[in-house]
């Protein structure tokens, strides 16, 4: 797996103070992506264990509330292997820390994964701008959903995090 970058102190993707992960890789191609450079699964940097460390060492702070992935996708097919690596150590090492993770599949689509039981929150659905709205937390666009992932897999419906 490729990342572009990792951001510090981010208060935007995620309950309280975050480290964030962007990764190489997506699929869905929405009109208006803020980040369309990120595309490309082949760019960016190799997401090896000095990355690792950096996000580590961030999430040893107490005032870090945990890590968000996004990107791209962190469930383009080629990054889903790293990525639950990834999750599953951060939950062994930092248990008290939370992960959430942005994606552009629906959740029906992607709740049989195995990656998801490592994941607290998920942000689902394409970003689609004639849905836009900048009043929205944690999204851009009102069909995504912000989703408390433990209680739905346990109930077997979504259950949102936020409205
Ligand atoms: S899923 Fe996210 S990163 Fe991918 S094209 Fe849509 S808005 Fe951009």
Known sequence: MRYHDI???????????RVVLWVSGCGHHCPGCQNPLTWDPDIGLEFDEAAYQEIAMQLQEDYVSGLTLSGGDPLFPGNRD???DLIKR????????TVWMYTGYDWDVVKGLSLLSSIDILVDGRYMEEQRDTNLPWRGSKNQRVIDVKRSLESGEVVLHCD
């Open 7 to 17: 951001t510090k102190n981010d208060m935007k993707n995620g309950d309280g103070l």
């Open 82 to 84: 790293s990525v639950e």
């Open 90 to 97: 951060v939950k062994k090492e930092f248990p008290d820390k």
